[in-house]
Structures are given as C-alpha cells and as structure tokens.
C-alpha cells in the first residue's frame, strides 16, 4: 500500500495561496505606512512575500496577517540596518524660514491651512522628524490605527506610541508657530 506522498513544495504553494495571497493589498497599504514611497513599499511587500513563501510550509495556519506583519516588520529593520540612516544629520537644516503677509495682515486661519507655505512647513516638520515618529504618525494620524494597532504592527509598547506621537506632534505645533502659522504656547 502507497502512502500520499504531499512535496514540500506542494504544501509550500497550497500554504502561500491559502493564508498569504488574500493578505497582499494589506501588506501593500501597511508597507505605504512604514515606507512613505511607493517603491520602496513595492520592495517590502516583495521582500515580504518571499520570506512568506520560503516559511509557509512551517506556518501553522493560525492569525496569517499577524504572521505576515511579523514577517513585514522585520523584513523592514533589516533593510534600515542595511542603510544606515544619517545619524548626524542635523534636523532643523531643512526648515525653511516663512515670511510674514506682504502686507502686514495676519493671514486668517483658513488663508493658513489651504496656503501653501502651511504643506510646506509641515512637510519640512514631518521630514525633519525621527524615522520612528514618523511611522506612529502616519499609522496614527494618517492611515487612522488605533494606539494599540500600531503598537502591535511596530511591536512596541502603546504607551510607546503614545509618547512618540505627543513629541511629534509637539516638533509639528513648533515648527508651525516658528513660521508664524500657529499661535505661539500660552498665546491664546
């Protein structure tokens, strides 16, 4: 009597078609979040999948996105401690000094928020932030997690993300009163 005899690399596919391919638009808007350029998320996603692959035969079969976030997380330290990132850099270098109305009138608030100089500078501000204050603001502010999702997608304490989160914010509301686009602490 023969014995089914399933390959490795069988159960390696049906395992990667099951549990991982319904997963990859997640992946994708997740490596969006971390990476903020679309190559780059494109790469993690592919970096991801191919370690996803390479395992799938071992997975277990219990919480795939878990599993896979897992895999995407370190697939992502990995490639910082590849690229080292500049260390020295000084982060106040990009900010650019806004001036002032022509006129002299304080613009009024919504002359602020749809102007021009206010994207940039918070685009400086955010660009000027540690790499890590970014993500929990992008997870957080942008993509709309909550403190315990992106905790668990960084693997990281809430109160982590809670802490990066306060100073990343407090840098942006700096940066904006510097340029004169937001009142000043104890101003109002």
């Avoid at 994708?28 to 998320?41: G, H, I």
């Avoid at 401690?81 to 009138?105: I, N």
């Avoid at 909550?146 to 809430?158: D, N, Q, S």
């Amino acid at each position: 009597m023969e014995e089914d005899v399933v390959s490795p690399a069988a159960t390696r596919d049906r395992m990667f078609t099951r549990y991982v391919l319904p997963e990859v638009q997640v992946l994708l808007r997740v490596a969006l979040s971390l990476t903020s350029q679309p190559a780059d998320a494109e790469d993690l996603v592919q970096e991801t999948l191919l370690r996803a692959y390479r395992s799938a035969d071992r997975f277990d079969g219990r919480h795939p996105r878990a599993w896979l976030l897992t895999i995407m997380r370190n697939a992502e330290v990995n490639r910082h401690r590849r690229r080292r990132p500049h260390l020295l850099d000084d982060p106040d270098a990009d900010l650019t000094r806004l001036s002032v109305a022509p006129d002299g009138a304080p613009p009024t608030p919504e002359e602020v928020v749809v102007g021009e100089q206010f994207d940039e500078v918070v685009d400086a501000a955010f660009a000027a932030l540690p790499r890590q204050h970014q993500q929990v603001v992008r997870l957080v502010d942008v993509d709309g997690l909550t403190y315990a999702e992106a905790a668990r997608l960084l693997g990281i304490p809430e109160g982590t993300v809670m802490s990066r989160l306060h100073r990343a914010r407090k840098r942006i509301r700096i940066r904006l009163a510097a340029a004169g686009l937001a009142p000043k602490r104890g101003a109002l």
